[in-house]
C-alpha cells in the first residue's frame, strides 16, 4: 500500500497501475490519461491508518486517509479511504478501492 501511495504521490502512474491486479491495470492507465491525471491530480497527502490481513494471509483491507486536488477545483478533497489487496504470485496487488480520487474505477 505504501508504494501504491507514493506511486500516486508522485504522479508515477505506470508504477501504480504495477501494483494493481492485471485485469484492471490497463483501465486505470487509460482513466489517468482521459482525466489527465499527470497534470489535474494532486495528491497532497495520506496516512494509512489501519491494515488487516486475512487469516489465510492471502487478502488484506487497508484503510488510509488521501486528501488530493484535481483541477479545476481548487478545493482539497479528503476521504477514508478502503483499499482490498490480494497476494498472487507472491505480490500484494490492489484488487478494489472504495472512495478517494479513484472512486468508481477499482470497484
Known amino acids: 500500500m505504501e508504494q501504491f501511495h507514493q506511486a500516486i504521490r508522485w504522479r508515477d502512474y505506470r ?3 504495477r ?5 484492471r491495470q490497463l483501465d486505470f492507465q487509460r482513466a489517468r490519461i482521459e482525466r489527465h491525471d499527470d497534470r489535474d491530480l494532486t495528491i497532497t497527502d495520506y496516512e494509512i491508518e489501519d491494515v488487516k490481513v486475512s487469516e489465510d494471509g492471502q487478502r488484506a483491507t487497508v484503510q488510509s486517509r488521501i486528501q488530493w486536488m ?3 477545483s481548487a478545493s482539497e478533497q479528503t476521504a477514508l479511504v478502503v483499499s482490498e489487496f490480494v497476494f498472487r504470485n507472491g505480490v500484494w496487488l490492489l484488487e478494489r478501492q472504495l472512495d478517494g480520487p479513484f472512486e468508481g474505477e477499482l470497484p
Open 15 to 17: 508504477a501504480a497501475a
Open 19 to 23: 501494483l494493481i491486479v492485471p485485469e
Open 70 to 72: 484535481r483541477l479545476p
